[in-house]
Nanobody, 115 residues
Framework: QVQLVESGGGLVQPGGSLKLSCAAS????????MGWYRQAPGKQRELVAT???????NYADSVQGRFTISRDNAQNTVYLQMNSLKPEDTAVYYC?????????WGQGTQVTVSS
């Protein structure tokens, strides 16, 4: 089983940057596909980015070129570097771990982009 704990959220001005971290506990972390999702008020939870065990990444069009997902298997941690933040990026960000039919979620961390 896997437990996920996100950190790094907060308040930032438009154009600023934040780096989110997701610390995982459990077995065979390196085998999981890791991802970041977000949910804004009144909207459905949406994919932000994923990264496979081999390092292949995928991004939502809305964050392409601004966000970077990475992972450190030795530290059992996945990151989301967010640059050039926009008010539209305001949401609760959730860490996800997936291995086949197994799917785990963190508790979420709030990111607010406002001047």
């Amino acid at each position: 089983q896997v437990q996920l704990v996100e950190s790094g959220g907060g308040l930032v001005q438009p154009g600023g940057s934040l780096k989110l971290s997701c610390a995982a506990s459990g077995s065979i972390f390196s085998f999981y596909v890791m991802g970041w999702y977000r949910q804004a008020p009144g909207k459905q939870r949406e994919l932000v980015a994923t990264i496979t065990s081999g390092g292949s990444t995928n991004y939502a069009d809305s964050v392409q070129g601004r966000f970077t997902i990475s992972r450190d298997n030795a530290q059992n941690t996945v990151y989301l570097q967010m640059n050039s933040l926009k008010p539209e990026d305001t949401a609760v960000y959730y860490c996800n771990a997936n291995l086949g039919i197994q799917n785990y979620w963190g508790q979420g961390t709030q990111v607010t982009v406002s001047s």
